[in-house]
């Protein structure tokens, strides 16, 4: 309903896995974001991306890995995961950065579990 | 040991009493400023904005404040709904820039 999808909803995965997390958003726009969201902490942003070049890494281990092939697409990549990562992974879009603020439109979110 | 989650301030109010949700930001640098709701099972949702060269801004039944000499903002949503209960955020960026930091949240509780 935001105009900002992502799949899976909920992940279980194993410390040795490997899986990505999905990313689609409908509404035109040229930055897109990577946020983490744990019981312990606030929202924490991960990664930026405008116009599809990464502008920011927020200090994220490399066992994320984030890809953007378009503007309309982002992912994550997940491997060798800790149990610590299990948290609500948030993705979310806006105008281009740069000139001005907009605000960003999140998607539900993927709900990660670490076994 | 046992973990320990975050402990959101909470604000609990009667249908149909004005609310107001404070927060500090961190960064006297920081020029926008933008409050979220999350309900259960969703992402943040906007709200209202500010910029810094405001101190007050008006929208649907929310009004946000803005104190720059103490870096506080304050969210307040006028005739309260049930629809309201969620939790808060706010948030606060460089002009321009990319990265936002956001704050730990308020939960608020209306009792019909």
């Known amino acids: 309903e935001t105009g900002v999808t992502q799949t899976p909803r909920h992940l279980v995965m194993g410390m040795t896995n490997k899986k990505s997390l999905k990313c689609e958003q409908h509404l035109g726009h040229n930055a897109m974001y990577w946020y983490k969201q744990s019981a312990k902490k606030p929202l924490e942003l991960m990664f930026v991306y405008n116009f599809k070049e990464q502008t920011e890494n927020n200090s994220v281990p490399s066992r994320f890995s984030p890809e953007c092939p378009n503007s309309s697409h982002l992912f994550l990549h997940l491997h060798t995961l800790q149990p610590e990562d299990s948290a609500l992974y948030l993705c979310?879009?806006?105008?281009?950065?740069?000139?001005?603020?907009?605000?960003?439109?999140f998607g539900p979110g993927t709900r990660l579990t670490v076994t | 040991g046992e973990s320990v989650g975050l402990h959101l301030p909470t604000l609990s109010v009667q249908e149909g009493d004005n609310s107001i949700i404070n927060c500090a930001y961190s960064?006297?640098?920081?020029?926008?400023f933008i409050w979220y709701k999350q309900e259960s099972g969703k992402g943040p949702q906007f709200i209202i904005d500010i910029r810094s060269n405001m101190d007050k801004r008006q929208g649907q039944r929310v009004t946000v404040l803005l104190n720059k000499t103490v870096k506080h903002l304050s969210l307040q949503i006028a005739a309260t709904q049930p629809g309201d209960s969620a939790v808060y955020f706010c948030a606060e960026n460089l002009f321009g820039g990319f990265k936002t930091i956001f704050g730990a949240g308020t939960r608020l509780f209306v009792k019909a």
């Open positions: 960064n006297s640098a920081s020029d926008y």
């Open positions: 979310a879009s806006s105008q281009e950065r740069g000139t001005e603020n907009y605000e960003q439109y």
